[in-house]
């Protein structure tokens, strides 16, 4: 029989109070070799509750739901479901099925869709048997509408999902959890690939659905959200639930001291007079997705000593400006200039070997091979060199050693650096990804939403580090949505809109703000 979002659409007629807890985690418990990555954590899901989970990279905050979820069987403790009557029951542990028969739904931190699959396919992928698929796909269809326009979340359902943007994506996968019928959705990060406006659209949507009676767990680094659309919150530190509120009562500082157990502070940007030119763009043009995405003749220079920031919401054309400047993008007409030299295009190996550093937007995709050790991770852009090889031969014993030392300098956390890459935590892959790049000694460092997915502290070392590499002359591209961080950090700003790049005369956020949007005259 082919599921039809059941719950979501008859939940008016729920004899459940808000008050009531839909689910109960007691005391669950899970290490992986040494690492005890949660301890003992207990946590109550009310009905109709949206629920921030927060903590430092690294906390176990992903574990702890995919225990919920069934992906990870815990060491010990007990997951707790209530029905519509309020009735316990105990949720056999270690198997999703069951998670998704008890109306549990999981969004991950990245995503699994198919991306030559349309929308339609891979929300009834996961449900429907393939057994007669194309004729379900009619009576499909029909009740992702329905669900669409009950929980607002609208995405055109017959092309490629690979075609449509990171927002659009994301809302697939919640209807993917939705069409499964679910009581409990868990979204691990949501936002962090979203630009701020389709966050806060994203949060309007969970706030329709939770009036229908659906329950959200959402984990997020992102504290402004937390504040503005979570009822309550729950901490996590080293594994441990360390604290837990009404979003009420709470402030950043408040969180922040219980994540970290204390505020973090960035340092001040000195003025350092800029040097030579290193990177030029001149008449570059560059194919994109869409003509908004494609880059037409644009120019733009770089010196020594200096962070040129570009500001712009993302899907404006940084993923070609990005491509082409790290050599991933073949542009169709114009040059690109690097220390007096012009660069061969869309040869990533060159721009490599001539310096250029690239701290990649997708991380799991361009950033790391996650079936090779952190180990291998860091050291494989310079491979070559005559510390780690001699005739052709890996020197094991440097090798290890080195990241041993790399781990620690820059905090990379996690089982060891003989463990697939994979297996480390969101932002501790980000940080072995900033580790290999600064350890690169580049001319250029092309930063793309370098802190995206990082918790605080990590976030103000990143922006120390490329400080610093500043300092020694190294010239940064930084592109970003965060205003702040932009602010913060460049020595000039250009915004980047419809694939264009203009300079922006000004540090001011809301005049920055109506140029990214394209409001001010
Ligand atoms: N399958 C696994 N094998 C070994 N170690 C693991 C595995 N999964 C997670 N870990 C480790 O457990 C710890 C907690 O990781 P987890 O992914 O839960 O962190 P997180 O709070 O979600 O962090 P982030 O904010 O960076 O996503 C980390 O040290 C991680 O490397
Ligand atoms: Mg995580």
Known sequence: MINIGRRILRRPSLKIMQSDPVLALNGLTKSFGEINAVKDVSLVLKNGEVLALLGENGAGKTTLMNMLFGHYLPDEGSVEIFDFNGKK?????????SAIAAGIGMVHQHFTLAENLTALDNIMLGSEPLFNFSRKQALARGNIENIMS??????????P???LTV???QRIEILKALYRDVRILVLDEPTAVLTPQEADV???????MTQN???VIFISHKLREVLAFSHRLAVLRHGEKVGEMATSDANEQKIVSLMVGSQAKSKERKYVAPGNVVLSLEDLSVPGRSRRESLDAINLTVRKHEVLGIAGISGNGQTALAGAISGMIEPSSGQLILDGKTIIPGDPSITIEEGIARIPEDRHRDGIVGQMSVAE????ENISSSTFQRHGILNWDAILERSKEICVQYDVRGPGINTEARLLSGGNIQKLILARVFESRPKLILANQPTRGLDIGAANAVAERLLVSRKKGVAIVLISEDLDEIINLSDRIMVMRDGNLSHAETFDRDTLGLLMAGEAT
């Open 167 to 169: 927002g659009e994506q």
């Open 161 to 163: 999902v690979g075609q």
């Open 377 to 380: 991770n860091l050291v494989i």
């Open 89 to 97: 029951q105990q949720l056999s542990l270690g198997n999703p099925r």
């Open 202 to 208: 994203l949060f309007q949507n969970i706030g329709v």
């Open 150 to 159: 009950q929980s607002g979340l609208k995405v055109p359902l017959d092309i």
């Open 213 to 215: 009676g659906l329950s």
